[in-house]
């Protein structure tokens, strides 16, 4: 058997560590020394930038897979927020996910039988604000949805019997 000693491995790290450093810098330097760099790279922030300011946080709706990672997001941080005791906070995140939704009603449902009566009255209430802004797009379309979510949203504070606004103070 051939026996690699310490040393040897080290040197070989070492070495191996170097050249990656060197093919980083080399590549880089390629890179930056490209005519049309500073064009392309101007052209990327004014792209990010105009996405950017149509709306902070959220997705672009045509997009199924940023509002299902968006849904998603906004669950797991409302949740962890409610768990926190931050309650307005988490109600509006679990808001921003209902709104973007595909199914409000039943994320309602599956809401109000998880959240405390207090939490689940604060979440219809944001619910209830956000239906009442005008949409900044897609006005037709929007409002017969939020319609529904309000209808929905109606009903199931109607039916949850002791969740009122001054149970929550």
Known sequence: MIE????AIGIAAGLAGTLFIGYCIYFDNKRRSEPDYKKKVR???RRNRKVGSAKQGMPNLSDHEAIERYFLQEIQLGETLIARGDFESGVEHLANAIVVCGQPARLLQVLQSSLPAQVFAMLIIKMQEFGNRPSESNEGLVAGTRSSQNESSSNI???????TVDDLE
């Open 43 to 45: 052209d990327r922030r």
């Open 4 to 7: 690699i000693n310490k040393t």
């Open 157 to 163: 504070l109607e039916t949850s019997g002791s969740a």
